[in-house]
């Protein structure tokens, strides 16, 4: 059983969802809970959660460069082209996940990408991150792994011909892209989240390890 937090080799503590592994550090620190915007990221975002349905995030984080090679950087456009050749070595490529149904499933919810203007999927994802934010969770069995906004999503998402957007993906989607704020209290992170949060009408200004502001 995992522990609610975890002390890492450079002494910070982390969700105890990371473990040992040095990627899962970094993916925590640099992209977890980091507000995500644009078409083609939410697009990749989404086909890579629906990917992970039934396997551990750590499995598709490492073949996650793999990905975006064979899927053509995940530029909907280009995605939506793939015919039964691209498909047929896809099904013969062991650097990605080797499913049929989550491999048409990406293509064809490309093509429904093609009649969307331009930052409308942006639009439509974020709409259902919720107004106000809840008390940070205090331990691990706190966190939900599914809500109303994830069910909404993925019914939106479904109405629309979507596959592969269950509400439990679609909430790991919410968790990932920052939509909702999941870090566990004590978490560094967490920490430093609520040290940028307004304070007495001041904004403050997160910034990297290296001093670049986090947008």
């Not at 640099?30 to 890579?48: C, I, Q, T, V, Y």
């Not at 919810?109 to 942006?122: I, K, P, S, T």
């Not at 019914?155 to 909430?171: D, E, I, N, Q, S």
């Not at 949060?197 to 403050?204: L, S």
Request: some cysteine; charged content about 30%; aromatic content about 8%.
């Amino acid at each position: 059983m995992a522990h609610d937090l975890i002390t890492g080799p450079d002494g910070l503590a982390r969700c105890g969802w990371v473990g040992d592994d040095a990627e899962y550090r970094r993916y925590h620190d640099e992209e977890w809970g980091r507000p995500l915007h644009g078409d083609r990221a939410l697009f990749e975002k989404l086909s890579l959660e629906g990917f992970q349905a039934g396997l551990s995030w750590i499995t598709i984080l490492r073949k996650r460069p793999r990905f975006r090679e064979v899927f053509a950087g995940f530029e909907p456009a280009r995605v939506a082209a793939f015919g039964a050749t691209e498909i047929a070595a896809l099904m013969a490529d062991a650097g990605i996940i080797r499913n049929r149904a989550k491999i048409e499933a990406t293509i064809s919810n490309a093509r429904l990408l093609l009649d969307v203007a331009d930052g409308e999927f942006d639009e439509l994802m974020w709409s259902f991150a919720p107004g106000a934010p809840r008390p940070r969770p205090a331990t691990l069995a706190e966190v939900p792994a599914v809500t109303a906004e994830s069910e909404a999503m993925s019914k939106a998402l479904r109405r629309r011909g979507f596959r592969f957007v269950g509400p439990t993906t679609m909430y790991a989607l919410m968790q990932s892209a920052g939509m909702v704020d999941d870090h566990i209290v004590g978490c560094h992170r967490a920490l430093a989240l609520d040290a940028a949060k307004p304070h007495n009408g001041e904004v403050r200004i997160e910034r990297m390890s290296d001093g670049r502001r986090i947008r």
